[in-house]
């Protein structure tokens, strides 16, 4: 059985949409109790990584995750390696990586 990789990438964006939509109603539920307690909404910033940090981590993820479709469709097209197998495992396996990368660079950053 072969599927369509957009019916994959569409039932995932379904499923990674409602754990969006609860972070976001609980982030500005917290802001909201903050804000009324006279507190500055900034103090929930103070504990996360700076924004350009954030940024980098996810535009080495994103750079990873295409690289994955990218090899994962080599794969598809050079060997008998199934679609479904290639395309996931590629995606995940540079994704990962991307990751690691980021998290090397944070920490040569922050010595």
Same mark, same amino acid.
């Given at each position: 059985m072969n599927m369509d990789i957009t019916a994959i990438v569409a039932i995932i964006c379904s499923i990674g949409?409602?754990?969006?939509?609860?972070?976001?109603?609980?982030?500005?539920?917290?802001? %909201?109790?903050?804000?009324? %307690?006279?507190?500055?909404?900034?103090?929930?910033?103070?504990?996360?990584?700076?924004?350009?940090?954030?940024?980098? %981590?996810?535009?080495?993820?994103?750079?990873?995750?295409?690289?994955?479709?990218?090899?994962?469709?080599?794969?598809t097209e050079y060997t008998r390696m199934g679609e479904e197998v290639s395309y996931f495992s590629m995606i995940f396996l540079f994704g990962g990586l991307g990751l690691l990368a980021f998290y090397s660079l944070a920490k040569k950053d922050k010595e």
């Open positions: 949409f409602i754990p969006l939509i609860i972070f976001l109603v609980h982030r500005h539920r917290e802001r %909201k109790a903050l804000i009324e %307690k006279g507190l500055s909404a900034g103090l929930l910033n103070s504990a996360k990584i700076g924004r350009t940090q954030e940024s980098l %981590k996810y535009g080495i993820l994103l750079v990873g995750l295409a690289v994955g479709i990218l090899i994962g469709n080599i794969l």
